[in-house]
């Protein structure tokens, strides 16, 4: 499905793009097993790379850090190390 950014200018559909009411829950994009198989790599490319460089994807940037360093503190005790600044 094509998205108008402006007059006379279209690109691909996102999710994050406004569409009209009565389309409802409509399709954005054909199924796998739509399509020939030669055309699955075209899929996945919309998959996995157009749709990553969605600006409005991912609208609250603190949520995006959710597990971000989650190594380092993996052999830290919550409380031990709660109870060492306390002590401090």
């Known amino acids: 499905m094509l998205f108008e950014t402006k007059r006379g200018y279209r ?3 996102r999710p994050s793009d ?5 389309r409802g829950g409509g399709k954005d994009r054909p ?9 699955h790599p075209y899929l996945d490319w919309y998959e996995t790379e157009f749709l990553a460089l969605d600006p409005k994807s991912n609208r609250d940037s603190l949520m ?5 360093g989650k190594e380092i503190w ?3 005790d919550a409380d031990e190390y ?3 600044l306390r002590a401090g």
Do not use: D, Q
């Not at 406004?18 to 009565?22: A, F, L, T």
């Not at 995006?64 to 971000?68: A, D, I, N, Q, V």
């Open 11 to 13: 690109r691909l559909f």
């Open 18 to 22: 406004s569409y009209h009411i009565g």
């Open 31 to 39: 199924t796998r097993l739509g399509l020939p198989k030669a055309l």
């Open 64 to 68: 995006s850090l959710r597990g971000f």
């Open 74 to 76: 993996r052999t830290e």
């Open 82 to 84: 709660v109870s060492n």
